[in-house]
């Protein structure tokens, strides 16, 4: 939870403020939930607060620095919300509503992981999220009633749960005494 009080994308770049923080398990995975307020420059005054419903859960191994987003939540920051040195954003065909953008430290993963199918799911949260470390962190606008913070948590447990098992066991990023999404989870919510 302190990485969440320091300026960090695609939060505030001048400070966050985490309340209301749950912690507890969604699906098998040791999940943290909380409302953020995030301050950053821009807009009409010196700065601006956005907030945010946000659910984390701790995955069984780190993946590479990626983030995937409904573009109109990661529009107002008037900064890239995507990992540090990961490159530029791409912005998914024209034409597709909601407009999604995405970036990754490594984009030959983030091919492998954000399928058509991974992208609905997500345009239909109307949420972003981003893989940092062993974690993955998720967000919608606003503060929201918990039974919607549990809501976004449970798609992204669903999410991973779409990610290849070659997503897991990829050269890059292999760690043979890892322990697999499939052997970890539970059914229970």
């Given at each position: 939870?302190?990485?969440?009080?320091?300026?960090?994308?695609?939060?505030?770049?001048?400070?966050?403020?985490?309340?209301?923080?749950?912690?507890?398990?969604?699906?098998?995975?040791?999940?943290?939930?909380?409302?953020?307020?995030?301050?950053?420059?821009?807009?009409?005054?010196?700065?601006?607060?956005?907030?945010?419903?946000?659910?984390?859960?701790?995955?069984?191994?780190?993946?590479?620095?990626?983030?995937?987003?409904?573009?109109?939540?990661?529009?107002?920051l008037h900064t890239a919300p995507f990992p540090p040195?990961?490159?530029?954003?791409?912005?998914?065909?024209?034409?597709?509503?909601?407009?999604?953008?995405?970036?990754?430290?490594?984009?030959?993963?983030?091919?492998?992981?954000?399928?058509?199918?991974v992208g609905r799911m997500t345009a239909d949260a109307?949420?972003?999220?981003?893989?940092?470390?062993?974690?993955?962190?998720?967000?919608?606008?606003?503060?929201?009633?918990?039974?919607?913070?549990?809501?976004?948590?449970?798609?992204?447990?669903?999410?991973?749960?779409?990610?290849?098992?070659?997503?897991?066991?990829?050269?890059?990023?292999?760690?043979?005494?890892?322990?697999?999404?499939?052997?970890?989870?539970?059914?229970?919510?």
């Open positions: 939870m302190d990485m969440f009080g320091r300026p960090g994308y695609p939060f505030g770049v001048l400070g966050n403020h985490a309340t209301h923080v749950l912690e507890g398990q969604v699906r098998g995975y040791p999940a943290t939930l909380f409302h953020l307020a995030s301050v950053h420059r821009g807009g009409r005054y010196v700065t601006d607060v956005n907030y945010y419903s946000v659910a984390v859960l701790s995955l069984p191994k780190a993946l590479p620095d990626t983030a995937f987003s409904v573009q109109t939540l990661v529009h107002s040195r990961a490159g530029s954003p791409v912005h998914l065909p024209s034409g597709r509503n909601p407009r999604m953008v995405k970036c990754s430290v490594d984009p030959a993963f983030a091919e492998l992981v954000i399928t058509e199918q109307k949420m972003g999220w981003r893989l940092h470390q062993n974690q993955m962190i998720g967000w919608i606008k606003e503060r929201k009633p918990y039974e919607k913070v549990v809501g976004l948590a449970e798609v992204m447990a669903d999410i991973v749960a779409k990610f290849p098992e070659s997503a897991w066991t990829a050269r890059l990023h292999h760690d043979s005494s890892a322990v697999r999404p499939e052997e970890q989870r539970t059914d229970r919510p």
